[in-house]
């Protein structure tokens, strides 16, 4: 008898623990998640030219993302990048569309986005390089630009003349805007012609790059100017600059590691799972998303630092 009552109570006690600790964990308050945190996940973009405040297949966007993160998602389309980057950089947006200038502007502006992915071309070209091309020997080398004419596009084409300036700079190459020797065109093809032409002994120009710093040769300034109906035997490229990484989809650091996690795997399989989505967001870029990091935007910054020093 006195064992069965010991026993009716050491049950009783369990039965009490038991709902002691379901009433204990009812009471804590619930934790909060990143979603709620949030609220609504706010994308910035740029419109096209002429494109006002919208842009072309915004509701199926919209829904691809909400999708991805599993919350509400609203797009932001600014005026400009300069209005991009101040959204993100006051936390108005989580999530930007840049080019590649434009992040390393947002990157020094607040120190606060990192990129997730970036486009690639449907060669495997991820990027551009400036280069420095001679035709029928005129330019020996690099070193001799000083005593030669050299053709340049305007001043802010980027793979033209704000990447080679920028990339020679940081190798200790004395030019400027303004290097006597330099032959300022009016457009890049005005330049081309002043290198076909017998204006200038070497062009400053482009090339798309892999991610291993070589060219695809599809596309450029050499490729350019053979379709012009110079003989690719005649040229020669003297000189490469490092990779500039086409611009990257970009959050703000901040961002919970899970939604960062969750947009990588959405927008690295977005052209393969659904291409019509990959098309609407990235128009120029066939090949698909793949991860970005910083260190890609290494060119990007030094532009930036170049250019904003010439400012002060």
């Not at 006195?2 to 804590?28: D, E, H, I, M, P």
């Not at 599809?218 to 379709?227: H, I, S």
Request: proline residues 5%; glycine residues 10%; aromatic residues 6%.
């Amino acid at each position: 008898m006195a064992r069965r009552g010991k026993t009716a109570a050491v049950q009783v006690a369990k039965v009490c623990a038991v709902a002691l600790a379901a009433f204990g964990a009812a009471s804590w308050p619930a934790r909060a998640d990143w979603r709620d945190d949030i609220g609504t996940f706010r994308i910035g973009i740029v419109a096209e030219p002429g494109g006002g405040n919208t842009i072309p297949g915004l509701a199926r966007l919209t829904d691809a993302y909400a999708n991805a993160l599993a919350m509400k998602v609203e797009f932001v389309v600014a005026r400009d990048y300069a209005a991009l980057i101040e959204a993100q950089a006051s936390g108005r947006v989580q999530y930007a569309v840049y080019s590649a200038l434009a992040y390393a502007t947002a990157s020094e502006r607040c120190g606060c986005v990192e990129p997730l992915v970036a486009p690639v071309d449907a060669d495997g070209a991820v990027g551009i390089r400036s280069v420095l091309v001679t035709r029928d020997g005129r330019l020996p080398d690099l070193a001799a630009i000083a005593s030669r004419r050299i053709a340049m596009a305007p001043a802010g084409n980027v793979g033209g003349a704000l990447l080679p300036l920028a990339a020679l700079s940081a190798e200790g190459v004395k030019i400027t805007q303004d290097s006597p020797f330099l032959a300022r065109a009016v457009s890049a093809t005005a330049a081309e012609r002043m290198l076909s032409g017998g204006e200038a002994d070497g062009l400053f120009g482009w090339e798309p790059a892999d991610a291993n710093g070589q060219p695809t040769h599809t596309d450029g300034t050499v490729a350019r100017l053979e379709a012009a109906g110079i003989p690719g035997a005649s040229l020669r490229v003297l000189w490469t600059s490092g990779l500039l990484r086409y611009g990257p989809h970009a959050v703000r650091s901040d961002l919970d590691p899970e939604a960062k996690r969750r947009l990588t795997v959405f927008l690295t399989n977005l052209k393969s799972q659904t291409p019509d989505v990959y098309d609407l967001l990235e128009s120029t870029h066939s090949g698909g998303f793949v991860p970005a990091a910083p260190k890609d935007y290494a060119m990007a910054l030094a532009i930036v630092e170049r250019e904003t020093a010439g400012k002060e």
